[in-house]
Structure formats: C-alpha cells, structure tokens
C-alpha cells in the first residue's frame, strides 16, 4: 500500500511543480477519507471493507496537544490504538482495548526489562486517554509480537504490529460498535467534517453491520502524528468465489460520494478508493467498466493522472490484484461504473494490450523534495487493516 501512496505522491510532485493548463489548479488537504475493500483468497476467505478517516492535524481530527506532545516526545512510542475490534491482542476475547506499542530495538536488555519498559510507557499515558474518551481502561498484559505475516501481505511498516513491536494492553467492557462510532467520531470529529457525509456517513452505516468494528489510531512521525479513525467490517467466507470485483458491495452503498469538505477546490487525492485481492493463483484484471486513468513514466514506474477518473492499477496481476479509484474532477461514482473482473493469469502476464495506456515519460530531477513528500504521503496514507497476527478466520 506505501508504493502506491508513494507513486502517487510522485504524481503529485509532477503536478503541483509544472505548469499545467488546467482550470482548477490540484491542491491537498490534510483531512482524507479513504475507502478500502480486501477479498483474501489466501487464508482466511474473508472480505474486509473498511473506511478511514485520517489527517495530522488535531484540528480535524481531535486529540489532546498535551497527549500528543508527550506521545511524541517519548520517542519510543509507535502507535497508540483504541479498539473494539474481537481478540484484539492474544488473550483477550470480548473486551474492547487500548494498545500502546513500542518496539524492542528501543529499548536496552532482556525480556523483563522489555515489558516493564512497555507499561511504564502505557502507564504513563493511559490516564490521559482514558479522560480524553471518557473511558476505564485498565492494565491486561505486555504482548510481544513475533511474525510479520500481516505487514509482509499488505505492505504496511509494521508501526501497528509485526515482529518485534511490544504492546501494552488495557482493556474495557466493549460496546457495541455502532454506539462506540457515535460517541468517538462526536469527540473526534468536528461538526464541520460530520456534517459534510462523504466517505464518514458510509462508514456511519457500516457501523450497524453484525462484523463491525472500530479503531482510533495515533502514530507519531518526525514532527508530527497521523490520527486515524477508521470503521471495518469483516466478511467471512465470501472472497473464494469471487471474480467479479464490485467495491460498494462491501461498503453498503450504491454510489460512493465525497465529502463536501473539498467541494470548495479542487482536491483529487483527499478521497481514495482502494481495492487489494489477495489470491493463492495467479490473476490477472480482464474487463473493466469505467475509465482507466492514463499514467506518466518515470524511471520505469507508472504513476496515474490524477485529473481523471478512474481506476488506477498499480498491480494489475500476479498473486496480489492492487487498484485504486480516482475521482479526478468528478464527485461520485455508481455501483455498477467500478466493477471489473479478474481470471486466472494462464500464460498472459499482463492486462490485454491498450488496457493501461502510458501517455507521457517525464525525467524528475528534484530527488530530495521527493524523498521529503513521499515520506509525508506515506505516513498519511498508512491505513492499517489488522491489529494483531494475519487473521485465519473461516
């Protein structure tokens, strides 16, 4: 998921640094939603769909400077979640929790040292959270993590979990998820952003479904944090059977509209819809509704036009199917415009010719700025799927 986050901060260098005649110039929010869809054929056979709602600013997605600061300032600290989601540490089963992870590279010798290290530093934070959501979290348990399963299949750092990462556990009485929505996206969102729908009312909706669950994520960085809010929904045993890629299925809507929180310019990469097949064969993407978005080379990589809509495949075969959505100038999308197919690899290696069109090759000459921007894009668009260990659910 970072490589194509990191294309697409590319993009945007390109864009936002020539002179391109255009009657709305693209800009960035800090504000994103982002709209997720994985059918893993793998393992689990499950569907998960999720939306997530994320920026670094506290101004728009509320958290406590004073939390914040000290987060940030213990520089040991590399992610703060707050869950309902089911077993979400090993040992703990209908509980809601509060995870506070470290890694062990930061912290100096043996194991016992490792989790007293872990709770002081959960210790020392759970008060605040705890006012902060109006919630009574109390100690459970220090859990070292062991395997990257989860990281290694879908591309994220590990800030979540992953080997070596050691998480301190406290737990609560869980609520239903639903309720939990409510009151945390009241806390956490200003009225503002509730009141403009978009990708929020979906996950608002999302949240009545039986597999639901909710998670609030801080993940600190050089200088500043990432806040997440994000709503998933668990699927069981529907990816098997599946070829026919319908996105909105799984997210409970038939047209998927932005927020008007952007309806004022022109803000092409703030709302993202992304789609992740996970498949034991090889695949291949074989017809496609609506657009393909063209895409510019840069020293051998494709990275989209993000003026318009469409799909954007930034792996359109092999045992992981990568797609995302772009809205370009448009506001919403129906059902039925994003559906495409996918069928066994065979002997082709690649999309039917004039699927994906390159349109344009440009030398980018400013490494540094780029290095800078992706880093920043990468750590905004880190929407994590799991809390724990790949899930074999059945």
Not at 78 to 88: D, G, H, L, M
Not at 115 to 138: C, F, V
Not at 259 to 275: A, E, G, Q
Not at 319 to 336: C, M, P, Q, R, W
Request: proline share 3%; aromatic share 8%; with cysteine.
């Amino acid at each position: 998921m970072y490589k194509f986050v990191i294309l697409i901060s590319i993009a945007a260098l390109v864009f936002f640094s020539h002179d391109y005649a255009q009657a709305q110039e693209p800009k960035l929010k800090t504000f994103r939603e982002l709209a997720e869809v994985i059918i893993e054929q793998r393992l689990s056979n499950n569907v998960t769909s999720a939306i997530t709602l994320q920026s670094s600013s506290n101004q728009e997605i509320r958290v406590p400077s004073v939390l914040v600061e000290e987060i940030q300032k213990s520089g040991k600290i590399y992610s703060v979640i707050i869950t309902n989601e089911e077993s979400c540490i090993l040992g703990v089963q209908q509980e809601g929790c509060v995870i506070i992870n470290t890694s062990m590279d930061e912290i100096e010798g043996g194991i016992i040292t490792i989790q007293d290290t872990a709770k002081e530093l959960g210790d020392s934070l759970i008060d605040q959270i705890n006012g902060w959501l109006d919630i009574d979290a109390k100690f459970h348990s220090v859990y070292v993590h062991t395997t990257d399963e989860t990281n290694v299949e879908l591309g994220t750092s590990g800030v979540v979990s992953g080997r070596g990462i050691v998480s301190a556990t406290y737990t609560m009485p869980k609520e239903d998820t639903e309720s939990m929505y409510q009151k945390f996206s009241s806390i956490l969102l200003p009225r503002a952003l509730r009141d403009s729908g978009g990708f929020y009312e979906v996950a608002k909706n999302l949240s009545k479904e039986n597999n639901a669950a909710m998670t609030i994520s801080i993940i600190p960085q050089e200088t500043q944090s990432l806040f997440q809010l994000k709503l998933s929904v668990d699927y069981p045993n529907r990816a098997l059977e599946i070829d026919e890629i319908s996105p909105l299925e799984f997210l409970g809507v038939e047209k998927l509209t932005r927020s008007k929180y952007f309806i004022d310019d022109f803000y092409p990469l703030n709302s993202l819809l992304k789609v992740v097949v996970l498949s034991s064969e090889p695949l291949r993407v074989d017809q496609v509704r609506t657009n393909i978005v063209p895409t510019v080379l840069s020293n051998g990589e494709r990275f989209p036009d993000f003026t318009n809509d469409g799909w954007f495949f930034d792996q359109e075969s092999g045992n992981k199917i990568e797609a995302t959505y772009l809205f370009g100038k448009e506001f919403s999308v129906d059902d039925h415009e994003l559906i495409f197919t996918v069928v066994p690899l065979g002997d082709q290696e690649a999309l039917e010719d004039g699927t994906i069109e390159i349109i344009e090759q440009k030398e980018i000459d400013f490494i540094q700025i780029l290095v800078l921007i992706g880093i920043i894009m990468a750590a905004v668009g880190a929407a994590v799927y799991y809390l724990k260990g790949f899930r074999k659910k059945s």
